[in-house]
């Protein structure tokens, strides 16, 4: 274990190089960029990274495809390593394809990361999951098509509560999203409503990928996490004629905090290991 966490420094700390330095289009401030949101009424800031072939003359009609991560500040320099290390040419793996990542920083995740209310002795602004959703397909990624050279290839991660928000994008025959990872997310917030959308569930999201990882939370949170997870895994399996393209790891010795490191890995790995053989 000491070794792995090593290992994983290393691809963290190389990719954290690859960040800075990519001003190149005029499109891009430091490694951010800013979009109006007509449909969320306000401004958001999203994180960018290229991979190192991005800017190379020989390389100029190559196109990629798109990462884009939930909680994107958490995530991000994590993301860039280890995607780094899957797909460079110089560490020769090519475990997945050189990818542009897109980190969306937060303003309220718990309005944007949910599609239903809980109620609350306080005020809330939960439910807004599906704008948020709408934001992402509609003038997010039409925005990176548009000023960067993306093919029609695209991942969403989420975790906790951005893994609900992931796993209810799967669940929409209408998401512009082929593969997802969903590391430890919170179906308790609206349990019976994932069971609703499974029952329903369309075989175009079926033929999609999809990678849920699974935390560690203890005994006392057992139910309200790992058999909910195992639950869901074995209701899709149910819905599912053909082979089921859905993953889910349990990961014993990682909590809820710890686990999207090795979940990124496992989960990029998985996403990809067809298309690559």
Known sequence: MKNLIIAFLCIIWGGIQNTCGQDKTGNIKGNKF??????LDEKRTCLINFPDSY???????EKYPIVILLDGYTHFKTAIGIVHFLSS???R???MSKSIIVAIENIDRERDFTVTKIKTKRPNTMGGGKKFLD???KELVPYLDKNYKTEQSRTLIGHSLGGLLTLNSYMDKNSIFDAYICIDPSIWWNEEIMKNKVDSISS???NKKLYIATANQGKANYER?????DLLYALLRKKSDAGLNVKIEYFEKENHRSVSLIALYQGLKYLNQKQLE
């Open 225 to 229: 996490n790992k058999k909910r997870h």
């Open 204 to 206: 175009v999201s079926l």
């Open 34 to 39: 800013i979009i109006k949101s007509d449909i």
């Open 55 to 61: 800017y190379d003359a020989s390389e100029v009609d």
């Open 89 to 91: 040419d110089r560490n």
């Open 135 to 137: 934001f992402i397909q």
């Open 93 to 95: 793996n090519y475990l």
